[in-house]
Structures are given as C-alpha cells and as structure tokens.
C-alpha cells in the first residue's frame, strides 16, 4: 500500500508559476513509477507527466510540454511537477499516482495506475 499526499497547489496569474509536490508514505517509493494527471470541472482525468522508477524516462502531454517539468528524489519519496507559464486553461485538480509496473505504451492511462492521491487545486487567473 502507497499513501499519496499532494501539495504546492493554488491561485497564480497567467503566466506564472507552481511547483506541485507529491509525497509517498509506505512500501518502497523508488519502485514505482509516477505519474501527474489533471482533472476540470466537467470533463474527464487527463494525463499531465510520468517518470520511470529512476527517472530515466520522461513524458508529456503535447499541451503542457515545455512548460512543465516533472522530476523525483527517491530519497525524498517525492515527486515534483514544476509548472512555468501557466494558462487559464491549465486550471484543474491536480492528481499525483503510482504505479508498477513501467510501461511506456501506457504511462498515459490512468487506468493502469494502482495508487492515487487526494488532489491539489491549481487556478490560473487570467
């Protein structure tokens, strides 16, 4: 069992930026690969980032890459996802997940993940 604590998240214009953190309580967090998902009043959960269990690997949803950049210190048990440049439309629920094992084929279905936190609330004003 994995317990995901999310923080970091809050009110920001346009333009500025965040920085997310996801915090792993339980068995061992360096196994796992983690994810960022967001999700809008309204519509479905989206695939934000992934990282592998040793951050060899990275991936982006085509709307935020460039400006976001996800990361994770294994001796921390935390994830990161700084976010640069935010647009209104980036304004959602903020989800961190885990899971096992690595698949790059579908790093992107949240389907496929085994633990999820409570979510932070990102709002960008414009």
């Known amino acids: 069992q994995v317990q995901l604590v999310e923080s970091g998240g809050g009110l920001v214009q346009a333009g500025g930026s965040l920085r997310l953190s996801c915090a792993a309580i339980?068995?061992?967090?360096?196994?796992?690969?983690m994810g960022w998902f967001r999700q809008a009043p309204g519509k479905e959960r989206q695939f934000v980032a992934a990282?592998?269990?040793?951050?060899?690997?990275?991936y982006y949803a085509g709307s935020v890459k460039g400006r976001f950049t996800i990361s994770r210190d294994n001796a921390e048990n935390t994830v990161y996802l700084q976010m640069n440049s935010l647009r209104p439309e980036d304004t959602a629920l903020y989800y961190c997940?885990?899971?096992?094992?690595?698949?790059?084929?579908?790093?992107?279905?949240?389907?496929?993940?085994?633990?999820w936190g409570q979510g932070t609330q990102v709002t960008v004003s414009s």
């Open positions: 997940a885990a899971r096992i094992p690595f698949d790059s084929a579908t790093i992107f279905d949240a389907r496929k993940y085994d633990y």
């Open positions: 339980g068995r061992t967090f360096s196994n796992y690969a």
């Open positions: 990282i592998s269990w040793r951050s060899a690997f990275t």
